[in-house]
């Protein structure tokens, strides 16, 4: 199993992110400028690329596993996977668990574009 990483992205400033696209694009981000990114696909997707410093907690072991990463419930925390289903799941699972502020930002592709990390 991977291990997380016990750093944890702290992902600084987020520019294109805090454009209004939803609660972590609000005052949690702009209080502390930081943003827990999780990748939620498989350890064999992760090994094939993912964002630097991301966490890799699989979609089926978030509800778990995401007091690993922060048990604050107002926490900004961003998800992204291959095609963006499983992102839906997570991020439905984590709001049932009481996180607000759960950015859904879908596949790696798409969470590079908006985190304005060059492919």
Known sequence: ?????????????LPSFASGLTNVASSAVMANKRVYVIDVRTEGEWAKGHIQD?????YDQIKERIVEVTTNKSASIALYCRSGRRTKIARESLLKLGYQNVEDLGSLKEAKQKLGISP
């Open 1 to 13: 199993m991977v291990l997380l990483s016990i750093g944890l992205l702290l992902w600084p400033g």
């Open 54 to 58: 991301a966490i890799l907690i699989p």
